[in-house]
């Protein structure tokens, strides 16, 4: 009987080792792979890593690099050379452009009596060479008006071609003395003109396009 006993207590003590033996290796198991089991995450896939800024330089780059960083440039139109200035010759007719008429009364600018008014006509080449101008009464005419009437134009009645070309140096003025009888003109130059009554006259000088100054004198 006690040969029995002790038997059914040996085998009693080895199952309650036994059965602590697979308690701890389950529990070693648990906490080995606890961490890698289907319903957890690690931490670091729980926390998602910031994602890094795009740096604007590198995508120019790469922008550049795939062709696309800028339009292709617009072509700009080739200016056409602008030809030198003709060069002038010495002798040639005269350009408007390069002349400057001028009209100066006389010393007097109320005429009284029988004074005849006076003008001085300067014409003067401002261009770079000598030039070649007409002068005469046809073409550098000295017309008198008074108001809205023409009085008097050293053009009307002019005897032969009324021609008179001179050469113009450059800067040295072209001057000219005209008088007027203070009597009317007109372009079918009467036998008996009409003599101006007093008042005030305007006096001005006119070749082609260009005119001088008003000259304004009276007549008594």
Request: hydrophobic fraction near 35%; aromatic fraction near 4%; charged fraction near 20%.
């Amino acid at each position: 009987m006690r040969g029995d006993g002790g038997d059914v207590y040996w085998r009693r003590r080895m199952s309650v080792l036994v059965a602590v033996l697979v308690v701890v290796a389950v529990v070693a198991w648990a906490c080995s792979s606890g961490g890698s089991g289907p319903g957890r995450t690690s931490s670091a896939q729980s926390s998602p890593s910031p994602t890094p800024s795009a740096d604007p330089l590198l995508a120019g780059l790469r922008t550049l690099a795939l062709g696309t960083a800028s339009p292709t440039p617009t072509p700009t139109a080739t200016p056409t050379p602008t030809p030198a200035a003709e060069q002038k010759e010495p002798g040639q007719p005269c350009a408007e452009e390069d002349l400057v008429l001028s009209l100066q009364n006389g010393k007097e600018q109320i005429y009284a009596g029988d004074a005849r008014p006076t003008f001085l006509v300067t014409l003067v080449n401002t261009g770079p060479v000598m030039c070649t101008a007409d002068v005469g009464p046809r073409a550098m005419e000295i017309r008198i008006t008074s108001g809205a009437d023409r009085i008097w134009s050293n053009a009307d009645c002019v005897s032969g071609s009324g021609t008179e070309v001179e050469e113009l140096q450059r800067g040295v003025p072209h001057v000219r003395s005209v008088e007027w009888d203070r009597r009317r003109s007109s372009a079918d130059c009467p036998a008996t003109p009409a003599t101006a009554l007093p008042g005030t006259y305007v006096a001005t000088a006119r070749m082609g396009q260009l005119r001088s100054g008003k000259g304004v004198f009276h007549l008594r």
